[in-house]
């Protein structure tokens, strides 16, 4: 239905944003890998898919179509909804999920929180021929500030459906043991490791 959004930026966190389009603005979900594109960003287009539901019509956008498409690919497969493609695109960039899938790298997959052996063979058995077509996207590194980091990390991480109480903990774990970690995207791709 929307092939893309542009607008201004009114509200991020990396899990959604708000888009601001004529006064109107769209609550759109995001991956990490987006939100690491965003993040310094006042105004941006995002390419979009509507999931529409019998309970809500939820976007989902992304910073580049490569994303996007990979994102759609993901749906496709049995076992896959949109949250858990939305964890693995925050787990692993467009590229590495590609990598994973034509080296079939189950390990890889079964990383991500709602992905277990069987699903992540079915992606694998899915997605190879699909993804051997494929261009290679481009994979792109955004600095972040300090201010924060730690709090956006665990909004992030609660909003993914990981437990609050757990999160802390292994957010705490992680900055003790790497007190040099100054990216929202660093953090969470260590604490998801440990959540594995």
Do not use: C, W
């Amino acid at each position: 239905m929307y092939a893309y959004l542009q607008g201004k930026i009114t509200y991020k966190s990396p899990t959604n944003i708000f888009l601001d389009i004529g006064n109107i603005a769209y609550d759109i979900q995001i991956s990490l890998n987006t939100y690491g594109q965003v993040e310094n960003l006042d105004s941006v287009k995002l390419y979009t898919h509507l999931i529409v539901r019998d309970d809500a019509h939820t976007l989902y956008g992304f910073f580049d179509e490569d994303e996007k498409e990979l994102f759609i690919k993901l749906l496709s497969v049995s076992g896959i909804g949109p949250n858990t493609a939305r964890v693995t695109l925050s787990y692993m960039k467009p590229d590495e999920a590609r990598s994973a899938i034509l080296t079939d790298n189950v390990a890889a997959f079964k990383k991500v929180k709602g992905v277990g052996p069987k699903t992540a063979q079915r992606i694998i058995l899915d997605l190879k021929d699909k993804i051997a077509k494929d261009s290679v996207g481009l994979a792109h590194n955004v600095n972040y500030s300090n201010t924060g980091i730690r709090e956006e990390a665990i909004s992030a991480l609660v909003a993914l459906g990981f437990q609050k109480s757990q999160v802390n903990k292994t957010v705490d774990k992680v900055l003790a043991q790497d007190s040099s970690i100054d990216q929202v995207e660093s953090l969470i791709k260590s604490v998801l490791r440990h959540l594995s």
